[in-house]
C-alpha cells in the first residue's frame, strides 16, 4: 500500500509562511542576537518575533481546538484544588552556606 505525502493546499500555506517567517523575520534577529554578548539582551532582540510568531497561530496552531478550551478548564481546577509550594523545590536558593567550595560554586 503506498502512502501519499502529499501536502494539501491549507498545509502548503502553512509551509509558506513558515518558511517566510524563518527567512524574512527570525533569521535576521538570530543573527543580531548571535552577536550580542549579553544574553539577557539577545533575548529580549528576539521577543518581537515570539510575538509575531503567535499571532501567526504557531504557539497553538498544532494543537486541536475541539476539547481545548475543556482541558485548560480541568486542569485550572485540578491546580487550585493542589496546594503548590511558591516554587518548585528544584528553583529554591539553596544558602550559601550549605555549598561545599568546588562543588557547585566558586570559592571567593
Not at 491549507?10 to 549579553?38: G, M, S
Not at 532582540?45 to 504557539?59: D, P, R
Request: proline letters at 6%; a positive charge; charged letters at 25%.
Amino acid at each position: 500500500m503506498a502512502i501519499d505525502f502529499t501536502l494539501t493546499s491549507a498545509q502548503q500555506r502553512l509551509q509558506r509562511n513558515a518558511r517566510e517567517f524563518a527567512v524574512e523575520i527570525l533569521q535576521p534577529l538570530v543573527k543580531t542576537a548571535d552577536r550580542e554578548p549579553d544574553t539577557q539582551k539577545a533575548f529580549q532582540t528576539l521577543e518581537g518575533a515570539y510575538i509575531e510568531c503567535h499571532k501567526l497561530g504557531f504557539a497553538m496552531g498544532f494543537l486541536p481546538n475541539q476539547g481545548l478550551e475543556h482541558w485548560f478548564r480541568q486542569r485550572s481546577r485540578r491546580l487550585r484544588k493542589r496546594q503548590l509550594p511558591s516554587k518548585p523545590a528544584a528553583l529554591r536558593r539553596v544558602p550559601d552556606e550549605a555549598h561545599e567550595p568546588g562543588i557547585g560554586s566558586v570559592a571567593v
